[in-house]
């Protein structure tokens, strides 16, 4: 391991907080954005920020899914949010804990790793990055046999924020304390959300019809002149 960085993990949980997975659903790009803007703000030297692609991982297609799916009251599909905060995954990060690297070991039996090494001159596993939460601070590291420097922090930086990013999901169907969001359809016709899909954050009783008074208002015309339409029809039969 040669390249080290450190830092605290609010920065993170911010970008990822429940409360912004509808922002994401709607626009993927804004994620990248953000990353990169997080990452110009701590490392200072500028190619860290351009290294910054979610492009090639796939994610958005999967978090779509899965919110429409919530949305929809069917059951947490594990097929895909596994691949992105796995049961392990999602236990330790309750914790406050996370841990990944690439090559992939096995975390349950270090004696496994020794037996498929990634190196022929050594047991000691050798990973191109790892990234490893421990509370309130993260830390990556890549290692120093690679010359591929910048490919590997934006692996290892993407894979730290989409695992809290999906995380957000486990908890929010769990309603676990701070995460106790649902997301409903907005039935404005003119809804300017995507897909009319809006969150409300602990909230208790009545399922909300519209994301906005705006919609509601909208949403309200649009009753009145589907009666008005009704009665007009009345009087000519
Ligand atoms: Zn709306």
Not at 118 to 145: C, L, N, S
Not at 179 to 205: T, W
């Given at each position: 391991?040669?390249t080290q960085f450190f830092a605290g993990i609010n920065g993170v949980l911010n970008i990822v ?17 953000r990353i990169k803007q997080y990452v110009e703000g701590n490392w200072a030297d500028?190619?860290y920020a351009?290294?910054i ?43 406050g804990f996370f841990k ?29 990055w790892r990234v490893v939460r421990e509370g309130v601070k993260y830390q990556i590291m890549i ?10 922090f934006n692996?290892a930086i993407c894979r730290l924020f989409?695992s809290h ?73």
């Amino acid at each position: 391991m040669s390249t080290q960085f450190f830092a605290g993990i609010n920065g993170v949980l911010n970008i990822v907080s429940v409360d912004k997975l509808l922002d994401y659903y709607g626009n993927p790009q804004l994620l990248e954005d953000r990353i990169k803007q997080y990452v110009e703000g701590n490392w200072a030297d500028k190619k860290y920020a351009n290294s910054i692609s979610l492009d090639k991982l796939g994610w958005h297609g999967d978090l779509v899914k899965l919110i429409n799916k919530w949305v929809d009251n069917e059951p947490k599909d594990y097929d895909i949010i596994d691949k992105w905060c796995s049961l392990m995954d999602y236990a330790l990060l309750k914790e406050g804990f996370f841990k990944d690297q690439y090559p992939d070991y096995n975390t349950v039996s270090p004696a496994v790793n020794a037996v498929y090494p990634t190196t022929t001159d050594t047991i000691e596993f050798a990973p191109h990055w790892r990234v490893v939460r421990e509370g309130v601070k993260y830390q990556i590291m890549i290692g120093f046999d690679t010359k591929d420097l910048l490919p590997n922090f934006n692996h290892a930086i993407c894979r730290l924020f989409l695992s809290h990013l999906f995380y957000g999901i486990h908890a929010g169907y769990d309603q676990l304390e701070s995460y106790k969001i649902e997301v409903y359809r907005c039935q404005c016709a003119k809804c300017s959300k995507p897909n009319n899909l809006f969150h409300v954050m602990d909230r208790h009783g009545r399922r909300p019809t519209y994301c906005s008074d705006p919609c509601r208002w909208e949403g309200n015309n649009e009753a009145r002149r589907k009666a008005k339409a009704v009665r007009a029809k009345t009087k000519v039969v």
